[in-house]
Structures are given as C-alpha cells and as structure tokens.
C-alpha cells in the first residue's frame, strides 16, 4: 500500500512564503510524475505544478514564477515552495504521484491541505 503524506500548509499574509512537502510512504520501488493541485471553493481542481522522474517541471500560469516544484528521489518526497503568495492561491492543496510499488503502479492522492493568503 502507499500513502501520500502532505504537511506545510498555513495561513499567511499576501506576499508570504509557504512550502509544502509531500512525502510517499510504502513499499516504494521509484516515483514517476508527482503533482500539486489546487481547489479553491467553488473551483475544480487544478494542477498547480508537476515534476517527473526526470526532472521535467511544468507549472500553471498562474504559478510561473512564484512556485518551485522539487522533489528528493532518496526520501520519496516532494515540495512546492510558493513565494509571493496572492488571495487568490487560497485552496486546499494536493499531492499526487504515480507510484511503482511492489503492487504495480499506483495513482496516489495525499490528504489536502489548506492554503490561506490573507490580503
């Protein structure tokens, strides 16, 4: 079984930093694509940022610039740091990686966690 644990959320002013983390827990062989999504009230989810096994980055519009995806292959984990940080990153954020685990490949999803920007 795998599981995605994510922490780092919070409440911060507009302009603030925040860094999320997302770290995969299991019988673990590697970790293909991992994403952050977002979902504000009312919104669908979107992605935010994703990275793969590679190292190949792509962001949201909305992101580019101010987020930074990573992720440490060693731990399983992955980050999304956000600078500057606007009202409108206001959503539950997610984690999602494409697991090979001793099961076979595993589409996982972290618990959310809740970003607040305050103006």
């Known amino acids: 079984q795998v599981q995605l644990v994510v922490s780092g959320g919070g409440l911060v002013q507009a302009g603030g930093s925040l860094r999320l983390s997302c770290a995969a827990i299991?019988?673990?062989?590697?970790?293909?694509?991992m994403g952050w999504y977002r979902q504000a009230p009312g919104k669908q989810r979107e992605l935010v940022a994703g990275?793969?096994?590679?190292?190949?980055?792509n962001y949201a519009d909305s992101a580019k610039g101010r987020f930074t995806i990573s992720r440490d292959n060693a731990k399983n984990t992955g980050y999304l740091q956000m600078n500057s940080l606007k009202p409108e990153d206001t959503a539950v954020y997610y984690c999602?990686?494409?697991?090979?685990?001793?099961?076979?490949?595993?589409?996982?999803w972290g618990q959310g966690t809740q970003v607040t920007v305050s103006s």
């Open positions: 299991g019988s673990i062989f590697s970790i293909n694509f």
């Open positions: 999602n990686a494409v697991v090979h685990s001793s099961y076979g490949p595993v589409n996982s």
């Open positions: 990275v793969t096994s590679g190292g190949t980055t």
